[in-house]
């Protein structure tokens, strides 16, 4: 899977910085790090996040909320979000990486 990398800030104002890492889930060294769930925004509104030095430009407004508050002043963070970390052009990866996330229900 891909991660971001949410790079620290020493002023929180400043844009949002990320690094992309790929990890495989049968890694037992793999990285710790946090899914995060929200609700996609209006893509009228974009926000902007820069990765490896390119601007991500169409960031959803509601993602882009979300990581400007859980962005750390000292340390970086690692973040699961669907809307970039799965390549939303690629229907063979989204099918996949849906299939693999999903746990049946037992009961009803």
Same mark, same amino acid.
């Given at each position: 899977i891909r991660l971001l990398e949410l790079l620290p800030a020493h002023d929180l104002n400043a $844009?949002?910085?990320v690094r992309l890492k790929s990890v495989s889930l049968l890694d037992p060294s793999r990285p710790t790090y946090e %899914?995060?769930?929200?609700?996609?925004g209006d893509p009228?509104? $974009?926000g902007m996040?820069?990765?490896q030095r390119k601007g991500w430009p169409n960031l959803?407004?509601?993602l882009?909320? %979300?990581l400007f508050r859980l962005r750390l002043e000292d340390r970086k963070r690692l973040i699961w979000a669907d809307s970039v970390c799965i390549n939303q052009a690629d229907d063979e990866e989204?099918?996949?990486q849906v299939s693999a996330y999903m746990v049946p229900v037992s009961g009803r």
């Amino acid at each position: 899977i891909r991660l971001l990398e949410l790079l620290p800030a020493h002023d929180l104002n400043a $844009p949002i910085r990320v690094r992309l890492k790929s990890v495989s889930l049968l890694d037992p060294s793999r990285p710790t790090y946090e %899914a995060l769930s929200y609700c996609w925004g209006d893509p009228a509104d $974009p926000g902007m996040m820069w990765c490896q030095r390119k601007g991500w430009p169409n960031l959803d407004q509601n993602l882009w909320a %979300a990581l400007f508050r859980l962005r750390l002043e000292d340390r970086k963070r690692l973040i699961w979000a669907d809307s970039v970390c799965i390549n939303q052009a690629d229907d063979e990866e989204k099918s996949w990486q849906v299939s693999a996330y999903m746990v049946p229900v037992s009961g009803r």
